[in-house]
Nanobody, 119 residues
Framework: VQLQASGGGLVQAGGSLRLSCAAS????????MGWYRQAPGNQRELVAR???????DYGDSVQGRFTISRDNAKKAVYLQMNSLKPEDTAVYYC??????????????WGQGTQVTVSS
């Protein structure tokens, strides 16, 4: 199972970006999907997650500014990021967990997309 992320870039503080991530491969079902980020010198941290039923969970630092959504038909997850701050600068990784068509559980990561917020 592969995850392809896109949408990162450079934006000024207060601006917005939208990240997208599409899953492909022998997918039977997708369970939780999410976004994590890692800034230089920091550990990878949860940004947001969403269940197959649409229940969401956010990291404290992005609550109220970021919105996660998914399109189950397209096997995609999105992250709308508003009111961006310089401290949001990081590499953003998408993640998905589910089952393949041959009955194997997978927990896959995308390649990461850089988000840089200038002050």
């Amino acid at each position: 199972v592969q995850l392809q992320a896109s949408g990162g870039g450079l934006v000024q503080a207060g601006g917005s970006l939208r990240l997208s991530c599409a899953a492909s491969g022998n997918i039977y079902s997708l369970n939780d999907m999410g976004w994590y980020r890692q800034a230089p010198g920091n550990q990878r941290e949860l940004v947001a997650r969403i269940t197959s039923g649409g229940i969401t969970d956010y990291g404290d630092s992005v609550q109220g500014r970021f919105t996660i959504s998914r399109d189950n038909a397209k096997k995609a997850v999105y992250l709308q990021m508003n009111s961006l701050k310089p401290e949001d600068t990081a590499v953003y990784y998408c993640n998905a967990e589910g089952w393949t068509t041959v009955g194997r559980n997978f927990d896959s990561w995308g390649q990461g997309t850089q988000v840089t917020v200038s002050s």
